[in-house]
């Protein structure tokens, strides 16, 4: 979706009502090199936080039972979709053919110096690689991103750059949030990180994920054009 901020209906609509964070948010002119993000929880939460796809309001998933906790600020890249694209990108690198689009926004995790008290906010940040991840047979990739002027880690450029213990500390989290202390550890784990990426693949996948987006969402363009 182009942006409409210069549509004088846009933005009337804009000041009597709340943009739905997914569909109404525009993901930013210089996308993918800075785009805008949606933070749905910070590292404080002790519930998991996530967007409720209908209403656009934040819901709360479930309460977090141990002692996980998010490493970094963590949400999605507005109108983006992870579907048929960003599918084949993943099984053109990991050599599988039988992966398929997760259907949801693309996730991100951004990070900063800064404590941040809650999610339900926007923040404009450059991406920096990510993980290729999976969950069964989904793509479900997380995008590695770092807060715009952050004094600390707004120098990182590439995820290489980041020191190794903050990556392992963002796998270890996305690896291991969903098990059980008494689950069975024989059992084959659904998520898996096959793959570590830098910033051009970062772009690339964004960049697919927003052509998704626009593909699926067809009618909801068509719709918005008539406004």
């Given at each position: 979706?182009?942006?409409?901020?210069?549509?004088?209906?846009?933005?009337?609509?804009?000041?009597?009502y709340k943009s739905h964070p997914w569909h109404?948010?525009?993901?930013?002119?210089?996308?993918?090199?800075?785009?805008?993000?949606?933070?749905?929880?910070?590292?404080?939460?002790?519930?998991?936080?996530?967007?409720?796809?209908?209403?656009?309001?934040?819901?709360?998933?479930?309460?977090?039972?141990?002692?996980?906790?998010?490493?970094?600020?963590?949400?999605?890249?507005?109108?983006?979709?992870?579907?048929?694209?960003?599918?084949?990108?993943?099984?053109?690198?990991?050599?599988?053919?039988?992966?398929?689009?997760?259907?949801?926004?693309?996730?991100?995790?951004?990070?900063?110096?800064?404590?941040?008290?809650?999610?339900?906010?926007?923040?404009?940040?450059?991406?920096?690689?990510?993980?290729?991840?999976?969950?069964?047979?989904?793509?479900?990739?997380?995008?590695?991103?770092?807060?715009?002027?952050?004094?600390?880690?707004?120098?990182?450029?590439?995820?290489?750059?980041?020191?190794?213990?903050?990556?392992?500390?963002?796998?270890?989290?996305?690896?291991?949030?969903?098990?059980?202390?008494?689950?069975?550890?024989?059992?084959?784990?659904?998520?898996?990180?096959?793959?570590?990426?830098?910033?051009?693949?970062?772009?690339?996948?964004?960049?697919?994920?927003?052509?998704?987006?626009?593909?699926?969402?067809?009618?909801?363009?068509?719709?918005?054009?008539?406004?």
């Amino acid at each position: 979706m182009g942006n409409k901020i210069n549509d004088p209906i846009a933005r009337l609509m804009g000041l009597r009502y709340k943009s739905h964070p997914w569909h109404g948010l525009e993901v930013g002119d210089n996308a993918p090199e800075v785009i805008t993000a949606f933070i749905e929880m910070v590292p404080t939460d002790t519930v998991k936080y996530e967007l409720d796809k209908v209403s656009g309001y934040i819901k709360i998933d479930r309460p977090q039972k141990y002692s996980t906790v998010i490493p970094a600020l963590y949400g999605f890249v507005p109108q983006s979709f992870c579907g048929e694209s960003v599918a084949k990108y993943c099984m053109q690198q990991s050599g599988r053919t039988d992966i398929l689009g997760d259907g949801d926004p693309l996730d991100i995790c951004v990070l900063t110096e800064k404590s941040i008290a809650h999610g339900d906010i926007i923040v404009n940040v450059h991406p920096i690689g990510g993980f290729r991840m999976l969950d069964g047979n989904e793509a479900d990739d997380k995008i590695i991103a770092v807060l715009r002027h952050d004094a600390t880690y707004s120098g990182y450029n590439d995820i290489d750059e980041l020191p190794k213990a903050i990556v392992n500390r963002l796998k270890h989290y996305f690896l291991t949030y969903k098990d059980m202390p008494d689950s069975d550890s024989t059992k084959k784990k659904r998520v898996e990180i096959i793959g570590t990426y830098g910033r051009d693949e970062a772009y690339e996948i964004i960049k697919r994920s927003l052509e998704d987006y626009k593909c699926h969402f067809e009618s909801l363009e068509e719709i918005l054009r008539h406004v």
